[in-house]
């Protein structure tokens, strides 16, 4: 049976007097595709930067796997299993492909500096773990054969890839893209929409999508949450969001 992995209730984050995420609630269960979406300033980048420590809500609660972790830093956070992307490529241009998904792991590694300076026995298991790990995750996305490319010389989809694979890297059970599909052609985003539908049927890890490509969202999430001006608007299935009055009406209204 599938198992409540995110529970967020009543969030809601204040600027100043500008409440841009008003009493959102939502759930991500085990193995599941979750989407976010809502128009341009809806508060659903504020939302994200909630759930993943960079910004401490104002109000609300954000539960994961019943542990409370509104206030946390983003690498605790990142460490109980919940890790993102950024809406823009935010990769060690000048790395190669390898060196970005190790670099990712070094913080997840349980080492001190004189245990790599002395390379001891556990550090050097540490390290082979971090290059399988990183092997591994770079043939899951098709990224391989560039594994010693420098990562800003790839094309924009496979930068994309690379971010995901980053984070798999670090073994999260919830990952949440914020927009992964923006700036890719056709072909890139039916790549990303595969990856996307692996990583939940093969890897068994929970998504949470904020997307502005219609067609991938309706497509690839098995339930959707609409937000506008910071607050809940509908939450359902595709054909029940495609189909509400509400949500049209807030789309039309935008333009
Ligand atoms: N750090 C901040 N300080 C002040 N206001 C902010 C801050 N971050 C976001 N906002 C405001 O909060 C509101 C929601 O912004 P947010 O970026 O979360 O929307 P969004 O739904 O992600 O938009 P888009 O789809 O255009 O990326 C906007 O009015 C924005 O200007």
């Given at each position: ?84 992307t950024f809406?823009h490529v935010r990769l060690f241009q000048k790395m190669t492909v390898i060196e970005n998904m190790l670099v990712a792991q070094h ?23 971090a290059m399988?790990h990183a092997a591994?995750w770079l043939k899951e996305v098709g990224l391989m054969d560039y594994a010693n490319r420098e990562a800003g010389n790839l094309a924009y989809g496979q930068q994309r890839r690379l971010e995901i694979a980053r984070c798999m890297v670090t ?9 992964p599909?923006?700036g890719l052609?056709?072909?890139e985003?039916?790549?990303l ?63």
């Amino acid at each position: 049976m599938s198992q409540l992995l995110l529970d967020v209730n009543g969030l809601t984050m204040r600027f100043g007097g500008l409440v841009a995420v008003n009493g959102v609630n939502l759930k991500v269960k085990n193995r599941q595709i979750v989407s976010v979406i809502g128009p341009n300033g809806a508060g659903k980048t504020t939302v994200f930067n909630c759930l993943s420590g960079f910004y401490i809500p104002t109000e609300g609660s954000v539960m994961l796997k019943n542990e409370q972790i509104a206030g946390l830093k983003d690498y605790q956070i990142s460490r109980k299993g919940l890790v993102r992307t950024f809406q823009h490529v935010r990769l060690f241009q000048k790395m190669t492909v390898i060196e970005n998904m190790l670099v990712a792991q070094h913080r997840h590694m349980n080492t001190n500096l004189l245990s790599g300076l002395l390379k001891t026995p556990n550090y050097r298991r540490l390290e082979k773990d971090a290059m399988e790990h990183a092997a591994h995750w770079l043939k899951e996305v098709g990224l391989m054969d560039y594994a010693n490319r420098e990562a800003g010389n790839l094309a924009y989809g496979q930068q994309r890839r690379l971010e995901i694979a980053r984070c798999m890297v670090t073994q999260p059970e919830l990952l949440m893209l914020d927009e992964p599909a923006a700036g890719l052609n056709p072909n890139e985003t039916k790549e990303l929409d595969e990856l996307i539908i692996k990583l939940r049927d093969e890897h068994e890890i929970s998504i949470l999508l904020i997307e502005h490509d219609m067609s991938l969202v309706m497509g690839i999430s098995d339930h959707i949450y609409v937000i506008a001006q910071g607050t809940p608007l509908a939450n359902g299935t595709a054909d029940e969001i495609k189909n509400n009055p509400d949500v049209i009406k807030a789309y039309l209204g935008e333009e």
